[in-house]
């Protein structure tokens, strides 16, 4: 069964440095998503991706962030200049369609711990 | 915005034990997704509910899309050890600016009686 998968599993950066969380959605899938789950905490939309561009962003998406699709299997999230506060799992998810194909599938994850 | 009050917070089951879960929303939504998450790991898509009273079914898993398009609910019947986990609802709204992320409730938490 396709699944989305996600690399690397457990990041350790230092505050103030750039991070990069890849993920390769669903090979047949056209909208791709991050979240993000603080410890203990439910999972929140950061950003939707449709088309090689932005259709949707959540107030944490800010400056700092930026998402691509470099090629056409790959979807990053880059953090420019990562904040103690940016430590949690970050998920990126996949769907088919919008509206009534609307189920979207997540990756493992990747644990992400700024010092 | 939206947000989602998902109860109870947590609860814990027996083997063979019903359990029942539900959200609630002030406002309406679209959809209405019903996940599983295990420790360390992604959540995963259970029920998908698209329509208002739909009924749907997944093995020993039933959720309904309640008719005023504000709630939902998870039953498993005859849980046994593997349910454990967090359960998450997770809506997508109606309004401008919602047409594909996700809402997430703040989880169950299902847990084996000692």
């Known amino acids: 069964e396709p699944e989305v998968t996600q690399t690397p599993s457990h990041q350790v950066t230092q505050m103030g440095q750039e991070v990069i969380l890849r993920c390769v959605p669903i090979?047949?899938?056209?909208?791709f998503y991050w979240y993000r789950q603080i410890l203990g905490q439910k999972v929140e939309f950061l950003v939707s991706f449709y088309n090689n561009e932005i259709s949707e962003k959540s107030e944490i998406f800010d400056d700092q962030f930026s998402v691509e699709r470099p090629d056409g299997s790959n979807f990053t999230l880059k953090i420019r200049s990562t904040k103690l506060e940016d430590s949690a799992m970050y998920f990126c998810?996949?769907?088919?369609?919008?509206?009534?194909?609307?189920?979207?599938?997540f990756g493992p994850g990747t644990r992400l711990t700024v010092t | 915005g939206q947000q989602l009050n998902q109860s109870p917070q947590s609860m814990f089951i027996q083997e063979g034990e019903d359990v029942s879960m539900n959200c609630t929303s002030s406002s309406i939504f679209n959809t209405w997704l019903w996940y599983k998450q295990d420790p360390g790991e992604g959540p995963v898509l259970l029920i998908a509910l698209y329509k208002a009273g739909e009924l749907t079914s997944n093995g020993r898993l039933t959720a309904q899309f309640g008719i005023t398009r504000k709630d939902s609910f998870l039953n498993i019947s005859a849980s046994i050890p593997s349910d454990v986990g967090i359960y998450f609802c997770?809506?997508?709204?109606?309004?401008?600016?919602?047409?594909?992320?996700?809402?997430f409730g703040k989880g169950t938490k299902l847990s084996v009686k000692p």
């Open positions: 997770a809506g997508q709204g109606v309004y401008g600016g919602s047409q594909g992320n996700l809402i």
């Open positions: 998810a996949s769907s088919e369609t919008r509206g009534r194909g609307l189920e979207q599938y």
């Open positions: 090979s047949n899938h056209l909208y």
